[in-house]
């Protein structure tokens, strides 16, 4: 599905029909039963439960509200960051992934788990449906509300909800691919939502990623250093690994990029003010992005 223009109404409007044509897959965040839209607004359960569509066709689906430490000025400089071209190799490299495995021209879907503002999964959708016999539903889903809006104001060929990944509003077998890129896991329910053949493609840190924030920031602490060795083991007691992709390159930084960089990792939540202000005099001209891609199936 290609990018166009939408105007607010119509976002509602055009996820609740994308809803309605992909049936049975979301699932009450309450009590499990199937779920659908009414009246292009809503949102209803079997059992009643109810959430509304909002304008700009996003759907809030978490059963309590929540404060996260992801806040807008993350994802407005997340935005930014994202904007200058800084992860562009890493979608790149992650539709690479996919495009492997796409062999029939039937519709697949994609979930963002962890989506924040939704750049990740709106490019690598951009960039796989270049090929015309591609067809992919993309949905995000994260429990920052901030992220959601964002990302639904921007991108409407997605559907994108507010919602845990603990607890994904999503039934069971759903998903061709999940995405989960610098974000928190829950394996147990990336299973339950996942095809029997599908393909979790999740991106983590390698010790180097912005190695020139983390040694300034963090200097003579515990968080100077990291390792990625328990996650990746963590993954492979949940999936099949069966590729992990390194990616490391350095960009260079324009100056007014420095300061969304440091707003945009929560590298920066730990960080004293006397750090962050000597980072932003200091003048940075590159920083180093290390990721690993774990590219995991069922079995
Ligand atoms: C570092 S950000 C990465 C966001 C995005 N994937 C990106 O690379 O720009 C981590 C994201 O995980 C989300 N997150 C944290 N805990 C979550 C949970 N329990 N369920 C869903 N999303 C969660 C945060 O709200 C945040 O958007």
Same mark, same amino acid.
């Given at each position: 599905?290609?990018?166009?223009?939408?105007?607010?109404?119509?976002?509602?409007?055009?996820?609740?029909?994308?809803?309605?044509?992909?049936?049975?897959?979301?699932?009450?965040?309450?009590?499990?039963?199937?779920?659908?839209?009414?009246?292009?607004?809503?949102?209803?359960?079997?059992?009643?439960?109810?959430?509304?569509?909002?304008?700009?066709?996003?759907?809030?689906?978490?059963?309590?509200?929540?404060?996260?430490?992801?806040?807008?000025?993350?994802?407005?400089?997340? +935005?930014?960051?994202?904007?200058?071209?800084?992860?562009?190799? &890493?979608?790149?490299?992650?539709?690479?992934?996919?495009?492997?495995?796409?062999?029939?021209?039937?519709?697949?879907?994609? &979930?963002?788990?962890?989506?924040?503002?939704?750049?990740?999964?709106?490019?690598?959708?951009?960039?796989?449906?270049? %090929?015309?016999?591609? +067809?992919?539903?993309?949905?995000?889903?994260?429990?920052?509300?901030?992220?959601?809006?964002?990302?639904?104001?921007?991108?409407?060929?997605?559907?994108?909800?507010?919602?845990?990944?603990?607890?994904?509003?999503?039934?069971?077998?759903?998903?061709?691919?999940?995405?989960?890129?610098?974000?928190?896991?829950?394996?147990?329910?990336?299973?339950?939502?996942?095809? %029997? %053949?599908? &393909?979790?493609?999740?991106?983590?840190?390698? /010790?180097?990623?912005?190695?020139?924030?983390?040694?300034?920031?963090?200097?003579?602490? %515990?968080?100077?250093?990291? /390792?990625?060795?328990?996650?990746?083991?963590?993954?492979?007691?949940?999936?099949?690994?069966?590729?992990?992709?390194?990616?490391?390159?350095?960009?260079?930084?324009?100056?007014? &990029?420095?300061?969304?960089?440091?707003?945009?990792?929560?590298?920066?939540?730990?960080?004293?003010?006397? /750090?962050?202000?000597?980072?932003?005099?200091?003048?940075?001209?590159?920083?180093?992005?290390?990721?690993?891609?774990?590219?995991?199936?069922?079995?």
């Amino acid at each position: 599905m290609g990018r166009f223009f939408v105007s607010e109404n119509g976002k509602r409007a055009l996820s609740a029909s994308l809803i309605s044509q992909n049936d049975n897959l979301f699932r009450c965040p309450i009590c499990s039963n199937s779920m659908k839209v009414i009246e292009l607004k809503r949102f209803v359960c079997s059992s009643n439960h109810c959430f509304d569509l909002s304008k700009s066709g996003y759907v809030n689906l978490l059963t309590h509200p929540l404060k996260t430490k992801y806040d807008k000025v993350m994802f407005d400089s997340r +935005r930014i960051i994202f904007d200058s071209g800084v992860f562009a190799p &890493l979608d790149i490299a992650i539709s690479n992934v996919i495009i492997e495995t796409l062999k029939s021209d039937d519709c697949k879907k994609m &979930l963002d788990a962890g989506c924040g503002e939704g750049s990740h999964l709106s490019k690598i959708l951009s960039y796989l449906t270049q %090929d015309p016999y591609i +067809r992919l539903l993309g949905m995000g889903v994260d429990i920052s509300k901030e992220g959601i809006v964002l990302a639904s104001k921007q991108y409407s060929e997605s559907l994108w909800s507010v919602g845990d990944i603990a607890n994904l509003p999503f039934a069971n077998n759903q998903f061709d691919f999940i995405i989960n890129i610098l974000s928190p896991s829950n394996y147990d329910e990336f299973r339950r939502v996942l095809t %029997d %053949d599908g &393909l979790v493609v999740k991106v983590i840190p390698g /010790s180097d990623y912005l190695q020139e924030l983390r040694s300034l920031l963090h200097r003579n602490t %515990d968080k100077s250093v990291y /390792s990625n060795e328990s996650t990746i083991g963590l993954f492979r007691r949940n999936f099949t690994l069966v590729n992990i992709e390194k990616i490391r390159y350095k960009f260079s930084l324009e100056s007014p &990029l420095i300061e969304p960089l440091i707003n945009m990792t929560p590298l920066s939540w730990s960080a004293t003010k006397e /750090s962050v202000n000597e980072v932003l005099g200091m003048g940075l001209k590159n920083i180093t992005i290390d990721l690993a891609i774990l590219v995991g199936t069922k079995e």
